[in-house]
């Protein structure tokens, strides 16, 4: 594996990195290369005034946020060729995304990245996808029709002070298109040896002139993965989805969407074990009226409604979610924005079969009652400014929690800026912390012990745009970690407390290049050392797997590189090159992977696509330990065709 790193690298990484360099040194000057059509994707300075909303909960140019934030746009996603959101994330900046098996991933930002990821907040549209299982996220059932997605923002670092706990490493956003944008009919499907069949169907329509709707059907099947001996795993997975968004503007200050989605799948687990079953569904609505630019009220609701079976457990979880927020002018300087939010989350969890953990109690009520406030200040017009706030929350676990932050931001020209933050996060307790037991044990002033995790982080980062052609945005980061989850070997135990300690720091550097007009390069890297140990309270089962692993095992280097291409008869031929660097325990090997796209399109409406995944190894680990039970992801080839009208 390392001969196969080391001559890919040299064969694919620094040949691009030279053309980089030349062609960076010649952008001054427009090439008279004919192109068939102007590449669909944006342009570098539309790609940096592209406005995003999950620094701030409000809409800001990229290029004035003082944060880490990076935006995979729909068009990105479409062209990269991926079938899934998680697929999707691979293209963002420093995410280390690892398949465990055919519906389970582990996504994290900066580290402390598991099956059962619990460091990372992620949206829909505006709805928590949090578990109170384990404080992570089923990604199994976070399905859309890809074509309809607007962008995927992506915070790495604590977002507390807006998004609550559990933003503890990064906020991943998911937006889809307003409905006004998605009119007409769309078609798409496929199909190929690992995603065996898969297709969706959307109309979007209006109501009237200021209302618009789309309704959508979303069906794949997905293949299992192989063990390292090559044998099938068992775990194909299938799911079906619908739903629908409408969009009206009521007046000219008053705007409602209302949408809702209902999904229902089955994966295999093993041979040995039952099927396993997913079903849920949701329906939000979201009222804003706009008062004038630097003044808007938002009001927010959403019930959601999922029920998991496995072979080990059944759960059934309702949540109802009441969120409002406004934002007003004081003076010339500050912009205040403040929100409340309640969310209850009823659940109930049991054993089909005798087992020697269980959750207890089997149902329970949680509430979270949360506040934040948030001053942004104009010190220098034009030049500086601060942001400062906090998050205030209550939970059923821990109680009371305080999340402040304060930012800087400079911009010393038009075409750069330099920021820095300070902020607090916590991971807050959840069920299988607390509730997680092995009965004839059961102790309940253990149990109430757990607190949670914290983290405080310093963060620097520095954009410009060079030239009209060339960008870069670079971050540094060091964190500090207090209170992170262990498993300790007490009496009436195992039980979880909080053992582990330690820091973490890193960097990331990000290229945004259009070469030429019909040809746009995209290149990340990113770089992390994370150091845990152990307090000295702390008491290990010595068993493999329960101790500082368990935490988190995570790659020190990840690359990747996103090539658009157009070219001339109607083609498109689009590269992902993608390394990720080895994890150390357990230990997972490094692994460079190709993902190609060759697409067709004979009429301005129909798009006929060929699509390669993980063509250099016909397959690899990405995550888990080193067992014959641990599944490697396989080469995947496809066509799909999409025909819009």
Do not use: C
């Not at 309702?318 to 927020?325: I, K």
């Not at 220098?380 to 929690?401: C, M, P, V, W, Y």
Request: charged share 20%; net charge negative.
């Amino acid at each position: 594996m390392k001969s196969i790193s080391r001559s890919l690298f040299a064969g694919v990484v620094i040949p691009w990195t030279i053309l980089l360099l030349f062609l960076s040194s010649a952008s001054g000057q427009e090439s008279s290369s004919p192109s068939v059509a102007a590449l669909k994707s944006m342009s570098l300075e539309e790609l940096l005034n592209q406005e995003v909303t999950s620094a701030s909960r409000r809409p800001q140019r990229v290029a004035e946020v003082a944060t880490a934030i990076d935006v995979i746009t729909g068009e990105e996603i479409h062209r990269a060729g991926v079938n899934n959101i998680p697929d999707a994330l691979r293209l963002g900046r420093g995410l280390h995304v690892a398949e465990a098996d055919s519906h389970t991933w582990g996504i994290s930002a900066r580290g402390l990245n598991t099956t059962a990821g619990n460091k990372m907040q992620v949206l829909m549209d505006g709805r928590n996808l949090y578990s109170p299982l384990f404080s992570g996220v089923f990604w199994d059932v976070q399905n859309y029709v890809l074509e309809d997605l607007d962008r995927i923002e992506v915070i790495r670092g604590p977002g507390a002070t807006m998004w609550g706990a559990n933003a503890f490493n990064g906020v991943i956003n998911i937006i889809s298109k307003n409905a006004r944008d998605t009119q007409g009919t769309l078609v798409t499907g496929g199909g190929g040896n690992e995603e065996a069949g898969f297709g969706a169907i959307r109309y979007g329509g209006e109501l009237s002139s200021n209302s618009f709707y789309r309704v959508y059907l979303d069906y794949f099947n997905r293949d299992d993965l192989k063990y390292a001996n090559g044998k099938d795993a068992h775990d194909n997975f299938m799911l079906g989805q619908t739903g629908f968004r409408t969009d009206t503007q009521l007046n000219d200050i008053n705007a409602l969407t209302v949408q809702g989605d209902y999904y229902n799948g089955a994966y295999n687990i093993d041979q040995q074990s039952p099927d396993g079953r997913v079903a849920g569904g949701n329906l939000l609505g979201r009222w804003t009226r706009t008062f004038s630019p630097e003044s808007e009220l938002v009001v927010q609701s959403y019930f959601d409604n999922t029920h998991r079976r496995q072979f080990d457990f059944v759960e059934d979880l309702n949540t109802f979610d009441l969120d409002a927020q406004h934002r007003f002018a004081l003076g010339h300087r500050n912009s205040i924005m403040f929100g409340l939010e309640y969310r209850l989350m009823a659940d109930q969890i049991h054993n089909p079969a005798p087992t020697i953990l269980e959750f207890i109690p089997e149902e329970r009520n949680m509430q979270l009652i949360s506040g934040f406030v948030q001053d942004e200040i104009i010190l220098i017009q034009d030049r500086l400014s601060a942001t400062i706030g906090s998050k205030f929350e209550h939970n059923d676990f821990s109680g009371f929690e305080v999340q402040p932050s304060i930012r800087a931001a400079y911009t010393p020209a038009t075409n750069q800026m330099l920021w820095a933050g300070i902020s607090r996060a916590v991971r807050s307790p959840t069920r299988i912390d607390v509730d997680f037991r092995v009965p004839a044990f059961l102790n309940n002033q253990l149990r109430d012990l757990y607190k949670s995790e914290e983290v405080i982080a310093y963060e620097v980062g520095y954009r410009i745009q060079l030239r009209q052609r060339l960008s870069y945005d670079i971050t540094t980061f060091y964190n500090v970690y207090d209170r992170l989850r262990s498993i300790e070997n007490i009496p009436g135990g195992p039980y979880f407390r909080n053992e582990f300690e330690g820091d973490g720091y890193g960097f990331s550097v990000s290229q945004n290049f259009r070469a030429l007009e019909w040809w746009r390069l995209r290149l990340n890297y990113s770089y992390l050392e994370t150091r845990l140990k152990p307090t000295a309270n702390h008491q290990g089962l010595g068993i493999p797997g329960t101790g500082i692993e368990a935490e988190g095992n995570d790659p020190r280097n990840l690359f990747s590189a996103q090539s658009l291409l157009n070219l001339p008869f109607n083609l498109e031929f689009d590269q992902v090159l993608r390394f990720v660097d080895k994890l150390p325990n357990p230990k997972v090997p490094a692994y460079f992977e190709i993902d190609l796209r060759l697409a067709w399109h004979p009429t301005a409406n129909l798009e006929l696509a060929l699509i390669a995944r993980n063509l250099l190894d016909n397959q690899h680990p990405e995550i888990g330990p080193d067992l014959a039970t641990r599944e490697e992801v396989e080469r995947s080839i496809f066509g799909k065709v999409t025909w819009r009208f």
